[in-house]
T-cell receptor, first 111, second 112 residues
């Protein structure tokens, strides 16, 4: 079992502030994905990172994949209330069919 | 809407009853997954189909759980003799390749 640990578990910030969510593992992943989930809904894919050291930007969101492909981070600049949600990282091992998820980080952005 | 569709969205059942959830994947997606998610946790893998073949099952999928995907299109997840511990959101997802997986909105199960 490949375990993904996310930190922090909860994050509450004021609108306009920046935040970073971390996803770490002792295992190597062939790719990592970030999802955002709202209460009562399914996860929505934000990005997939596949190359060690890769950085992807999606408007105010910046995703980074560690050089060793064991960790990733999500940075949100100038957070808005609409960014509120559960952020999940997930990854495939080299020969896995299944996507393994972390426990998630609950982000609350206060207006 | 051409996303992953799940039905029913909510189900309340008495302990001991059987329940069945249906998932309609995105058209032409040959990969289909079932996950279970409880409050405060990330989704946990249950099972994976490639076309009609069930290629992997989690240890979480006890003998009371069965999943099928006849003809490689829609899929059903049946839980027999439900227990209170089965209360969770059951998520279906589909993909054409391994890296881009789309989830449905989930089916909430409450066992009373």
């Amino acid at each position: 079992t490949q375990l993904l640990e996310q930190s922090p578990q909860f994050l509450s910030i004021q609108e306009g502030e920046n935040l970073t969510v971390y996803c770490n593992s002792s295992s190597v992943f062939s790719s990592l994905q970030w999802y955002r989930q709202e209460p009562g809904e399914g996860p929505v894919l934000l990005v997939t990172v596949v190359t060690g050291g890769e950085v992807k930007k999606l408007k105010r969101l910046t995703f980074q994949f560690g050089d060793a492909r064991k960790d990733s981070s999500l940075h949100i600049t100038a957070a808005q209330p609409g960014d509120t949600g559960l952020y999940l990282c997930a990854g495939f091992g080299s020969n896995d069919y299944k996507l393994s998820f972390g426990a998630g980080t609950t982000v609350t952005v206060r207006a | 809407d051409t996303g992953v569709s799940q039905d029913p969205r909510h189900k309340i059942t008495k302990r001991g009853q059987n329940v069945t959830f249906r998932c309609d994947p995105i058209s032409e997606h040959n990969r289909l997954y079932w996950y279970r998610q409880t409050l405060g946790q990330g989704p946990e893998f249950l099972t994976y189909f490639q076309n009609e073949a069930q290629l992997e099952k989690s240890r979480l999928l006890s003998d009371r759980f069965s999943a099928e995907r006849p003809k490689g299109s829609f899929s059903t997840l049946e839980i027999q003799r439900t227990e209170q511990g089965d209360s969770a959101m059951y998520l279906c997802a589909s993909s054409r390749d391994r890296e881009t997986i789309y989830f449905g909105e989930g089916s909430w199960l409450t066992v009373v």
